[in-house]
Antibody, heavy 121, light 107 residues
Framework: EVQLVQSGGGLVQPGGSLRLSCAAS????????FFWVRQAPGRALEYVST????????DYANSVKGRFSISRDNSENTLYLHMGSLRADDTAIYYC??????????????WGQGTQVTVSS | SYDLTQPSSVSVSSGETASITCSGD??????VSWYQQRPGQSPLLVIY???KRPSGIPERFSGSNSGTTATLTIRGTQAIDEADYSC??????????FGGGTKLAVL
């Protein structure tokens, strides 16, 4: 069974940093790319970032470019999102997701449980 | 950037058919997925590749996509279908794009 278990959210002051983790199990972690997607209160799902199988191919939404960094540790089967220079509008639930878009024609069937990030003084 | 437009809310009587639309330029040329999201839960894929259902999704869920509009249809709507529904457009050259979400109320 595919499992994506997230950790690392919480309350942080504006300008602060936080690292989110997404521990994967039940499949060959090395063989997949991954996404981070967030959802602010009452708002739509929003793409944040993606990382390729090689760990070198990365992409970011304009809203987080230069502040967030995605990475992966294939030896630990874990995906990370390093968030810096946090702002109030980064407050959201953050989801990790396995990139199955190629085989599911864009669909994403596997998501983490989500982790709350609140940026407030 | 590419935008997808959904109605903010749709109401349907229990047992009737609910239709939720998703509009975007040239949407028919992309693949559309639909997600159900109950409060406090992660998105659940209910339709992919315009009209395919993942294993475990009831047959009452169906989808279509043509021109500039995709539609999620729920036949014989039940109380458990009350949730937020979001569309997502995809082609191999663009990042993930989601619609604004539609709150489905089952009366």
């Amino acid at each position: 069974e595919v499992q994506l278990v997230q950790s690392g959210g919480g309350l942080v002051q504006p300008g602060g940093s936080l690292r989110l983790s997404c521990a994967a199990s039940g499949f060959n972690f090395n063989g997949y790319a991954f996404f981070w997607v967030r959802q602010a209160p009452g708002r739509a799902l929003e793409y944040v970032s993606t990382i390729g199988i090689d760990g070198l191919t990365k992409d970011y939404a304009n809203s987080v470019k230069g502040r967030f960094s995605i990475s992966r540790d294939n030896s630990e089967n874990t995906l990370y999102l390093h968030m810096g220079s946090l702002r109030a509008d980064d407050t959201a639930i953050y989801y990790c997701a396995r990139d199955d878009t190629g085989s599911w024609y864009g669909g994403i069937p596997n998501w983490g449980q989500g982790t709350q990030v609140t940026v407030s003084s | 950037s590419y935008d997808l437009t959904q109605p903010s809310s749709v109401s349907v009587s229990s047992g009737e058919t609910a239709s939720i639309t998703c509009s975007g330029d040239g949407l028919g040329a992309k693949y559309v997925s639909w997600y159900q999201q109950r409060p406090g839960q992660s998105p659940l894929l209910v339709i992919y590749q315009d009209n395919k259902r993942p294993s475990g999704i009831p047959e009452r869920f169906s989808g279509s996509n043509s021109g500039t509009t995709a539609t999620l249809t729920i036949r014989g709507t039940q109380a458990i279908d009350e949730a937020d529904y979001s569309c997502q457009a995809w082609d191999s050259s663009t990042a993930l794009v989601f619609g604004g979400g539609t709150k489905l109320a089952v009366l």
